[in-house]
Structure formats: C-alpha cells, structure tokens
C-alpha cells in the first residue's frame, strides 16, 4: 500500500495539507505547538510557506509527510522485531 496515496485519498488530492491539519490528525497537537516542534527540529518535517511572510500559510508536502510517517513506521517495525527478539540479538 502507497502512503502517498492513501494521502491523496484522505485529503482530497490536494498536494499541500495545512499544518493545522497536519497536527491535529498526525501528532494530536495543536498548531502551534506543532509549529514549535517543528522549528526546534523535534519533529522532522519541511514546512511549505506559501509566501515570505511569517503569518502567511503554512503546509507540508504530501510526499514529505508520506515519507515520515513510512520513516516512523519502519522504525516502530524494527523496534517491534528487537522486542520479539528477532533483531539478530539472539
């Protein structure tokens, strides 16, 4: 299954979901604490500013969330395989 467009499915294809969105649905967060862990590099996440401006709207790319949340999921799988014992510690 593609991440990327089970994305696209949730969110109407469109390629820049709103940080709004984005934190409320992935990380239960609010926006600006979303937008802070973001900035402090807690949160690995490229955010898209659709202008200069400091107070302009701000997304992430459908791919570069599709990316993390493979990243995060390939890590939970491998920590699941070190708990089971089946991470080559035997």
Not at 15 to 42: C, H, N
Not at 52 to 77: M, Y
Request: proline fraction near 2%.
């Amino acid at each position: 299954m593609n991440t990327a467009f089970m994305l696209m499915a949730m969110y109407a294809g469109r390629p820049i979901i709103s940080a709004d969105d984005v934190a409320k649905d992935f990380f239960g967060l609010t926006t600006d604490k979303f937008m802070r862990k973001v900035s402090a590099g807690v949160i690995a996440l490229p955010l898209v500013r659709m202008e200069t401006s400091q107070k302009c709207a701000k997304g992430v790319h459908i791919h570069d969330l599709a990316a993390f949340l493979d990243e995060r999921r390939a890590a939970a799988q491998k920590e699941c395989q070190q708990l089971q014992g089946k991470g080559g510690r035997t």
